[in-house]
C-alpha cells in the first residue's frame, strides 16, 4: 500500500514557475515508477510526466516538454514536478500517482496509487 500526498500548489502568473512535491508513504517507493497527471474543469484527465523507478528515464507530454521537469528522490520518498513557463491553459489540478514496476507508464489505467490532487491557477 501506497499513500500519496501533494503538495506545492498555487496561483501564479503566467511565465512564472512552481514546484509541486509529492510523498509517499511506505518503504517500497523505489518499486514504483511514478507520474503527474492533470485535470481542467470540464476535460478529461491528461498526462503531464512520468519517470522510472531509479528516475534514470523521464517522459512528457508534448504540451510540457521543455518547461517541466519530473525528478525524484528515492531516499526522500518524494517525486517533484518544476514547472516553468507557465500558460493559462496549465491551469488544473495536478495529481502524482505510482505504478507498480521499473518503466515509465503514460496511461493513467495502469498505475495502482493516486494522489488527492493539488491546484495550479496561472493567470494571465
Known amino acids: 500500500q501506497v499513500q500519496l500526498v501533494e503538495s506545492g500548489g498555487g496561483l501564479v502568473q503566467a511565465g512564472g514557475s512552481l514546484r509541486l512535491s509529492c510523498a509517499a508513504s511506505g518503504r517500497t517507493f523505489s518499486s514504483y515508477a511514478m507520474g503527474w497527471f492533470r485535470q481542467a474543469p470540464g476535460k478529461e484527465r491528461e498526462f503531464v510526466a512520468a519517470?522510472?523507478?531509479?528516475?534514470?528515464?523521464?517522459y512528457y507530454a508534448d504540451s510540457v516538454k521543455g518547461r517541466f521537469t519530473i525528478s525524484r528522490d528515492n531516499a526522500k520518498n518524494t517525486v517533484y514536478l518544476q514547472m516553468n513557463s507557465l500558460k493559462p491553459e496549465d491551469t488544473a489540478v495536478y495529481y502524482c500517482a505510482a505504478v507498480s514496476g521499473p518503466s515509465t507508464v503514460v496511461a493513467g489505467r495502469f498505475y495502482d496509487y493516486w494522489g488527492q490532487g493539488t491546484q495550479v491557477t496561472v493567470s494571465s
Open positions: 519517470i522510472s523507478w531509479s528516475g534514470g528515464s523521464t
